[in-house]
């Protein structure tokens, strides 16, 4: 069983037992449990429900299980010939969530 996720503005497929990395939720604690209600897709055994736009009733229970940042994202400017040069980069917050169940 599985199931779509739209978790700020990302879909996410998910499955029981598996560990997911999503954008920082900073409200969240490491172990906290959090419930996603945006599912879009169920699928069950061949079986698949879509929602309109969303599975009414259906629900992804998670765990937070760490809070980090992803490697650096370099940015680079640079015009021919006229000595302009101009780098930036940052690091992108991310929160590892582990999926207990879904539920229809």
């Keep these: 069983m599985y199931a779509v996720v739209d978790i700020k503005g990302f879909q996410y497929k998910c499955e029981a037992g598996k560990k997911v990395v999503i954008p920082?939720?900073?409200e969240a604690e490491i172990g906290d449990k959090v419930v996603f209600e945006n599912v879009l897709l169920i699928s069950?055994?061949?079986d698949v429900?879509?929602?309109t736009p969303t599975v009414k009733g259906a629900k992804v229970e998670?765990?937070?299980l760490s809070?980090?940042?992803n490697d650096k994202v370099?940015?680079?400017r640079k015009y021919r010939r006229k000595g302009f040069q101009k780098k930036k980069g940052?690091?992108?917050p991310f929160t590892?969530?582990?999926v207990n169940a879904i539920s229809k």
């Design 24 to 26: 920082r939720i900073a």
């Design 44 to 46: 069950e055994n061949g």
């Design 49 to 51: 429900q879509i929602g």
């Design 62 to 64: 998670s765990t937070v």
């Design 67 to 69: 809070h980090g940042q």
């Design 74 to 76: 370099i940015h680079f």
């Design 90 to 92: 940052h690091r992108q």
């Design 96 to 98: 590892e969530i582990e």
